[in-house]
């Protein structure tokens, strides 16, 4: 299995939400920090997908929760984009970097984009308390 491969399948398992089938995926020995063409790592999808288990999970086998992709974006970042307040929790607990620059804006800016949901409010009052500007 290419690389390419490897990481669409772990992409497969964290949209499904398969706590499981991804602890025995990196049981199996594929690396809880794969990344793909674009510097995505499980973690970030994972994030984006508000997985926040399958977010811990990943860093309990150690996935860097400081990595971000080739766009500035880190697994805070798209947790905040999409709102997602647990996640952006756990994330904040491992010590998430809150001065990242995805696609060259702010954290708070970027989280601003996935606006109108429900979530919004408390996911920036969280972000905002823990130093993100």
């Known amino acids: 299995m290419t690389n390419e491969d490897t990481f669409k399948h772990f992409h497969r398992l964290i949209t499904q939400g398969d706590v499981i089938a991804v602890l025995e995926f990196i049981a199996s020995g594929v690396d809880a920090d794969l990344r793909n063409l674009f510097g995505w790592t499980p973690l970030m999808l994972a994030a984006g997908e508000g997985h926040t288990p399958i977010v811990s999970l990943l860093l309990s086998a150690g996935a860097d929760v400081q990595a971000v992709n080739n766009f500035g974006a880190s697994a805070l970042a798209y947790a905040a984009l999409r709102g997602e307040y647990l996640t952006i929790q756990v994330l904040i607990n491992a010590g998430a970097p809150l001065d990242v620059r995805p696609h060259g804006v702010s954290l708070l800016e970027f989280a601003g984009w996935g606006g109108g949901r429900e979530k ?8 905002q308390e823990a130093g993100a500007k």
Do not use: A, C
């Not at 919004?120 to 972000?127: D, P, V």
């Open 120 to 127: 919004t409010q408390r996911h920036f009052q969280m972000l």
